[in-house]
């Protein structure tokens, strides 16, 4: 019951930060998604969960759900694939102090928030490099590019990533 309602009281929070934008003058939240390739070598596959163990070139393990199972039936221990993970995200210009609070009070539920600061816009194909706290980029591409039109470097945003991430592995050719 606890988690429901501090779900409830998250998504509230969420909620409000376009709100928040919105007063504030700035550009209003669009969708995006943010996507992973890598390519690696199968150490472990389980059918019945579909999980499957890969190790990258340095020899790191990551295990993955695999949520697009069309190409699972072909996957082998010892064969290369390559994996693609998708997340569906939102994505919120903030002001400093507001981003960090913001990503603080939403991160209570189920959804994560990444506080991060646009590095560059491909403004013509709404693709976004982003600069995480950690000094990690990574990229989001707005569903709409026009959208995206009001964003600049060195603006501060707040990505919400949707619990959900699609998984495909396909073997590699």
Same mark, same amino acid.
């Given at each position: 019951?606890?988690?429901?309602?501090?779900?409830?009281?998250?998504?509230?929070?969420?909620?409000?930060?376009?709100?928040?934008?919105?007063?504030?003058?700035?550009?209003?939240?669009?969708?995006?998604?943010?996507?992973?390739?890598?390519?690696? =070598? +199968?150490?472990? #596959?389980?059918?019945?969960? !579909? @999980?499957?163990? &890969?190790?990258?070139?340095? /020899? *790191?393990?990551? $295990?993955?759900?695999?949520?697009?199972?069309?190409?699972?039936?072909?996957?082998?221990?010892?064969?290369?694939?390559?994996?693609?993970?998708?997340?569906?995200?939102?994505?919120?210009?903030?002001?400093?102090?507001?981003?960090?609070?913001?990503?603080?009070?939403?991160?209570?539920?189920?959804?994560?928030? =990444? +506080?991060?600061? #646009?590095?560059?816009?491909? !403004? @013509?194909?709404? &693709?976004?490099?982003?600069? /995480? *706290?950690?000094? $990690?980029?990574?990229?989001?591409?707005?569903?709409?590019?026009?959208?995206?039109?009001?964003?600049?470097?060195?603006?501060?945003?707040?990505?919400?990533?949707?619990?959900?991430?699609?998984?495909?592995?396909?073997?590699?050719?």
């Amino acid at each position: 019951m606890k988690d429901r309602i501090r779900g409830i009281v998250a998504g509230v929070l969420f909620a409000a930060v376009p709100l928040v934008s919105l007063a504030a003058g700035l550009p209003a939240p669009f969708e995006g998604s943010s996507t992973l390739q890598a390519d690696g =070598v +199968v150490k472990s #596959v389980d059918m019945a969960t !579909h @999980a499957v163990a &890969v190790l990258d070139a340095q /020899g *790191a393990e990551a $295990s993955f759900n695999i949520t697009d199972t069309s190409n699972f039936a072909q996957i082998r221990p010892g064969s290369k694939v390559h994996i693609r993970m998708t997340r569906n995200a939102v994505v919120s210009i903030t002001r400093g102090a507001d981003a960090h609070d913001a990503a603080q009070l939403a991160s209570s539920g189920s959804v994560q928030n =990444v +506080v991060a600061q #646009v590095q560059a816009v491909d !403004h @013509a194909s709404g &693709v976004m490099a982003l600069k /995480g *706290a950690n000094g $990690s980029v990574f990229h989001i591409r707005g569903r709409d590019a026009a959208k995206v039109a009001g964003v600049t470097p060195g603006m501060q945003v707040t990505v919400a990533f949707a619990p959900q991430v699609s998984v495909a592995v396909a073997p590699v050719q």
